[in-house]
């Protein structure tokens, strides 16, 4: 059962930009009424939070990410944007979307495969 789909990641020299697109499957969830997030997973370290945003259009940011990384969502389109900007190696990481928080599905917390984003240096 696929729920969200994650794309646009790829390989971008540091001072670069990115945006990535997750789309959402609106029949198994309602999108519109969820705060969506995106979280981040880069190699030896734990799945954080870098942002979100309510059903109402408020944002939050990871302190690493602010001012830099910028969270959308069209719910007419059933998906969430974020837009990256001066992006840093230490911004390498995969990428993932999901309800904030997460979707439980099976008793377990849902994911999807996620978007590769590797900034050089």
């Known amino acids: 059962q696929v729920l969200m789909v994650e794309s646009g990641g790829g390989v971008v020299q540091a001072g670069g930009s990115l945006r990535l697109s997750c789309a959402a499957d609106?029949?198994?969830?309602?999108?519109?009424?969820?705060?969506m997030g995106w979280y981040r997973q880069a190699p030896g370290k734990q799945r954080e939070l870098v942002a979100r945003i309510s059903g109402g259009g408020t944002t939050g940011y990871a302190d690493s990410v602010k001012g830099r990384f910028t969270i959308s969502r069209d719910n007419a389109k059933n998906t969430v944007y974020l837009q990256m900007n001066s992006l840093k190696p230490e911004d390498t990481a995969v990428y993932y979307c999901n309800t904030d928080p997460p979707v439980v599905v099976n008793g377990k917390n849902y994911w999807g495969k996620g978007t590769p984003v590797t900034v050089s240096s």
């Open positions: 609106g029949s198994i969830f309602s999108f519109s009424s969820n705060a």
